[in-house]
């Protein structure tokens, strides 16, 4: 018998349109750990009747690495840390555009040139849209950009070359923030989204759960996602690297990292919601269940300064699911 608290409330969400209130979701959160597969189930309801079966296949590039001002505990780019990783101004054109066409030939359907730092220079912004420009000219690719803050008039030039998902995290809980990052204010990352939704873009913002903050924390900052009508959100789970605030942070259990997908999903059920950083050490033999977890999309390949896992093994999976990726525009 599955529970009626969760089974009332999906039903709410699907039938109606409901959107469950802060309260609501912290009481899913608190349910003990018997009740986390019914939790899943109907999270997996929820994303099949707004969804579907159609699932978003994102890539990202590290376009600029490293020496970035800013202090964030789990960053290993921070100048804050000494991490090792490789650091580079921003990558060629040639460069981008050649990654973006192999990304999509590897079957993802959406590319992001990912560059470290708060804001990139004048320059460096003409040649992400001279490379937008290209990649747009040569394939069917969604082109996304997460490139710090924006001004207005940068936002409008990204967006006439053909940026369409402009990408911006939270990261955490505004409650929480303070504990992950000092040298700007949280108010600092949501003026940047909202300026991102009001130029057009479709944005996405999510976080990286298990840097220790609590369930309640998690539910706020899905509402915080919520109330800014963000159109994809990217969970991360931490994956500690040396060098970092973070190095010592254990790891979510599998479980864990699902049910908090599954939350997400209740309080969001119409947003898309994609897996991306950690899944591989987090989830390890449950990588499929995140699907079930309310999830529809994933990132494939690499990330920032990571491993992920060959995205033949992300492809098989999804066709053995039977679920179908798409690209923007035919969502």
């Excluded at 039938?15 to 349910?31: K, Q």
């Excluded at 008039?153 to 053909?162: D, F, I, K, N």
């Excluded at 699907?291 to 690499?302: R, S």
Aim: net charge negative; glycine share 8%; aromatic share 6%.
């Amino acid at each position: 018998m599955f529970n009626r608290k969760i089974a009332r409330l999906a039903e709410e969400i699907i039938d109606h349109g409901y959107v469950p209130t802060y309260d609501e979701a912290c009481g899913l959160a608190r349910l003990p750990e018997e009740d986390t597969l019914d939790l899943l189930t109907f999270a997996r309801k929820i994303v099949r009747a707004c969804k579907g079966n159609r699932i978003l296949l994102c890539a990202i590039l590290n376009a600029k690495s490293g020496l970035c001002t800013e202090d964030c505990a789990f960053c290993a780019q921070s100048s804050h840390h000494q991490t090792g990783v490789p650091t580079y101004d921003l990558k060629s054109e040639d460069f981008m555009v050649d990654d973006a066409t192999a990304r999509r030939a590897a079957g993802a359907t959406r590319f992001s040139m990912v560059t470290s730092g708060l804001m990139l220079t004048e320059e460096e912004i003409a040649t992400i849209c001279r490379t937008t420009e290209r990649i747009r000219g040569k394939s069917d690719i969604t082109v996304c950009a997460s490139l710090g803050t924006l001004t207005p008039e940068r936002a409008r030039t990204l967006r006439a070359s053909g940026v369409s998902v402009y990408h911006h995290n939270l990261e955490t809980a505004r409650s929480f923030f303070d504990r992950i990052c000092t040298t700007h204010d949280y108010d600092d990352d949501i003026n940047t989204v909202k300026l991102a939704k009001s130029e057009g873009f479709r944005v996405c913002s999510g976080g990286i759960l298990g840097l220790g903050e609590s369930w309640e924390q998690r539910v706020e900052l899905a509402c915080t996602l919520r109330d800014l009508d963000v159109d994809g959100i990217p969970l991360n789970f931490l994956n500690p690297v040396a060098g970092t605030k973070m190095e010592n942070r254990p790891l979510l259990s599998p479980m864990e990292a699902l049910k908090s997908i599954a939350l997400f999903r209740f309080v969001n059920p119409t947003k898309d919601i994609l897996i991306c950083g950690g899944r591989e050490i987090t989830l390890k033999d449950f990588q499929s269940w995140i699907f079930l977890a309310g999830a529809n999309g994933l990132m494939m390949g690499n990330y920032l300064t990571t491993q992920g896992r060959n995205a033949g093994m992300d492809l098989d999976m999804i066709r053995e699911l039977g679920l179908r990726p798409t690209l923007l525009g035919r969502e």
